[in-house]
């Protein structure tokens, strides 16, 4: 034992002297990690996630650390150097990785450098034990010297000031590794963070470059991840639908490309071809079976002495299921848990007149009935970017008489898809000119007009106490080729720093208490909604298709995200054509087509942006709007919960969706409607899986008598329903 030990001491004075054993000491304070007696998840982490814990380990021959919870772990090698070893789904018992690497690269004037790394695995298709102890640090790389484990920080702060789903921040355990270069970057560290969660089965990492030297450095491009992963198929030749990819959602809080959603936005997630993974099953070798997590542009980034870079971060989730709803509700409670504001969720109107007496009548119709806020909508006449004494007087008096009845208000700006002037607009690389980008014309964000327009912004929020802005065409991360602009210096700069001045934007706002519909997915920087995914001439149809096609919204865009992150639409007063036939003015004339819009968002979660000068025009009309308020009130919590889609609106049956949550005392809250012209009575099936419940349920219709009834084996009851003409029903679950 002795001699091993000896050994053990001579290793690490060769492999990095002192250093290597401040790392062998601090290694040895970590608890040792049992591999083999926790392999297998034993809970569903869905329904009890409060029974994983985020903890720091070491392997029992003290090489290695271990990031681990109950669902997820990943293995780090220190000895020789830095390297991911393993990266466990203990949900499945899978080991998810095939091969060794290096957990990145950065270039820094010119040259690649590695971050950490080991060489030397011969075979790329599996990894033994035996092979990792000879493997040698690769060359050119930074070098481990040393580590601290700390609680994961806040990533964003956001100020809680309205309702909320989950007010809790998302907290884990970080471990940050500082690794040092070699040669030209001796006077370069970097300090490597890679964190893991309580109660989801997420692992983040991100990483700062700091230059303690007395000369400027420049970083040009990075890689913040590259793991080969094995692959989940064997195909010979080049699948005409593409390669299936590992079984694992991969995110970053890096965004920008003018969309709704995380898929269409991604820049950042890149499956690649190994081609030392000689012995695939696929002839050309071209099977993408390598994670690597880069920005396509840049970042292109002075460091001067004494400063740093931090990067942007990366989210990593591996899936248990192939099953769609199931994968859905990995990637909800991934939004719910780590961009919790997104569940504030307040009723709101999208008022379309700045009339102050219209303005008045809309803060007591909302007061009335229940709303929380109003936001003044495009094309009412409000202008952002006015601070004139004048302009921000006369917009506190409304601000000021909307806090009095307890109504927050809100504005609008549009940024993209304008055009200011040549000088300021982002220059394509092609022509050297303006124009080209995402919406044909944008201002750059790192021109001179584009601090200007943040700061007036933010100037007329504070000054007018408003706090809400729905901030329209965000930046889309157009790509700009000037070298005339203030605050970027060329193209490669440009995304990065356009990116950044707009989530800085977004992330202060968040701090102050600023609630942000934004019609792109910055939903992981501080914005609180984005849109659902509609198409605006839809809501230009006549009233009994928008109906339908409403509802096949909130059915198919309640996959991946939470209801609290996204917004639909209702038309009060005519949008994008359609006439009377499309609108709901007058009121009092449409009080089905009204209620059913409220009836159908409300029942779904989402709220819609409800455009009109006014929320009732009669009696009946307000009694209706206080009614379907005071319900979803009543509901809010379970109605803001996950979904299990029952049946796709298709204009022939019934359609359904069920809210659960193992949390709350109502367990569930199914949403079940009839497009026919005639009463139907069915057997609905509803799958109770989710609410927690095992044996049994107490089920009842409305606000009528509850019935006890017994889960069969897949923990479902079916029900026989009565579903009114072109009506619907509700029923609640509970213990």
């Not at 909320?164 to 970080?174: I, P, R």
């Not at 049956?653 to 026919?676: C, F, I, S, T």
């Amino acid at each position: 034992m002795q001699r091993r030990f000896l050994i053990l001491i001579v290793i690490l004075l060769v492999s990095g002297g002192a250093e290597a054993l401040t790392l062998k000491e601090k290694i040895d304070l970590l608890p040792v990690f049992d591999e083999l007696a926790s392999t297998k998840t034993p809970f569903d982490w869905i329904l009890t996630p409060e029974k994983s814990f985020a903890g720091v380990y070491r392997s029992s021959d003290g090489k290695s650390i271990i990031l681990a919870n109950g669902m997820v772990w990943r293995s780090f090698r220190v000895f020789p150097n830095l390297a991911t070893t393993d990266y466990v789904n203990r949900m499945t018992g899978e080991r998810m990785l095939r091969a060794v690497g290096t957990e990145g690269s950065v270039v820094i004037d010119g040259k690649n450098y590695e971050i950490g790394g080991l060489q030397g695995q011969e075979e790329r298709g599996y990894l033994l034990e035996d092979w990792i102890e000879k493997m040698t640090s690769v060359d050119s790389c930074f070098r481990v010297t040393d580590f601290d484990v700390q609680p994961i920080p806040q990533r964003i702060s956001w100020k809680r000031t309205r309702w909320a789903l989950n007010t809790e921040d998302a907290k884990g355990k970080e471990i940050i590794f500082t690794l040092r270069g070699m040669g030209e970057v001796s006077d370069v560290i970097i300090r490597l963070h890679v964190g893991i969660f309580d109660n989801i089965p997420v692992i983040q990492k991100n990483f700062e470059v700091i230059n303690q030297g007395s000369r400027t450095v420049n970083l040009d491009a990075f890689k913040l991840e590259r793991l080969a992963f094995f692959e989940p198929e064997s195909q010979s030749g080049m699948p005409k639908d593409g390669f299936r990819l590992p079984n694992i959602h991969i995110e970053s809080d890096y965004q920008c490309c003018g969309s709704f959603t995380e898929r269409e936005t991604d820049i950042t997630e890149h499956w690649i071809k190994d081609p030392k993974y000689t012995s695939q099953r696929n002839y050309g070798l071209n099977t993408p079976c390598i994670l690597e997590v880069a920005p396509n542009v840049g970042p292109d980034q002075s460091i001067f002495s004494g400063e740093s870079f931090r990067s942007f971060t990366v989210f990593e989730m591996p899936f248990d299921s192939y099953d769609r709803e199931r994968k859905g509700l990995f990637t909800r409670h991934f939004r719910t848990v780590l961009a919790p504001w997104t569940t504030q969720n307040p009723i709101f109107l999208h008022l379309t007149s700045i009339d102050p007496a219209t303005v008045r009548r809309a803060v007591d119709q909302c007061a009335d009935v229940g709303y929380e806020m109003i936001i003044i909508s495009f094309g009412s006449g409000l202008n952002m970017e006015d601070i004139s004494d004048e302009n921000i007087r006369r917009y506190k008096e409304l601000v000021d008489y909307a806090h009095s009845k307890g109504i927050e208000m809100g504005c609008y700006s549009l940024l993209a898809s304008r055009s200011v002037s040549p000088e300021v607009d982002v220059i394509s690389s092609q022509t050297g000119k303006p124009g080209g980008a995402t919406f044909g014309s944008c201002p750059c964000l790192c021109s001179d007009w584009g601090e200007e327009y943040f700061q007036k912004l933010t100037t007329f929020l504070e000054r007018t106490g408003m706090s809400c802005l729905e901030h329209d065409g965000s930046y889309p991360g157009d790509l700009c080729a000037s070298t005339s602009h203030s605050h970027h210096k060329g193209l490669k700069d440009s995304q990065w720093n356009q990116f950044y001045r707009i989530a800085d934007f977004y992330h202060h706002l968040s701090s102050q208490g600023v609630y942000m519909n934004v019609p792109d997915f910055y939903v992981m920087n501080g914005s609180t909604k984005t849109s659902i995914g509609y198409r605006e001439v839809n809501w230009s149809l006549p009233r009994d298709r928008q109906l339908i096609h409403s509802r096949q919204l909130l059915y198919d865009c309640t996959w991946e995200n939470p209801v609290g992150s996204m917004w639909s639409f209702t038309p009060l007063v005519q949008y994008h054509g359609g006439g009377a036939a499309a609108t709901l003015e007058p009121l009092n004339e449409h009080l089905y087509e009204y209620r059913t819009h409220m009836v159908q968002n409300y029942g779904t979660g989402i709220q819609a942006c409800y455009r009109g000068p006014r929320l009732y025009d009669t009696e009946e009309t307000r009694q209706m709007v206080k009614e379907v308020i005071g319900w979803y009130k009543k509901y809010r919590r379970i109605l803001n919960s996950d979904i299990i889609h029952l049946r796709k609106p298709d204009a022939r049956d019934w359609d359904g969706l069920l809210h659960v949550n193992p949390q709350e005392k109502e367990r569930g809250l199914a949403m079940l409607y009839n497009p026919l012209n005639e009463d139907i009575i069915r057997n609905i099936t509803l799958p109770l899986y989710y609410t927690g419940l095992t044996k049994k349920a107490r089920i009842r219709e409305k606000e009528g008598k509850a019935k006890t009834y017994r889960l069969d084996d897949s923990k479902s009851v079916c029900l026989k329903v009565r579903i009114p003409a072109r009506g619907y029903t509700w029923f609640v679950v509970e213990e």
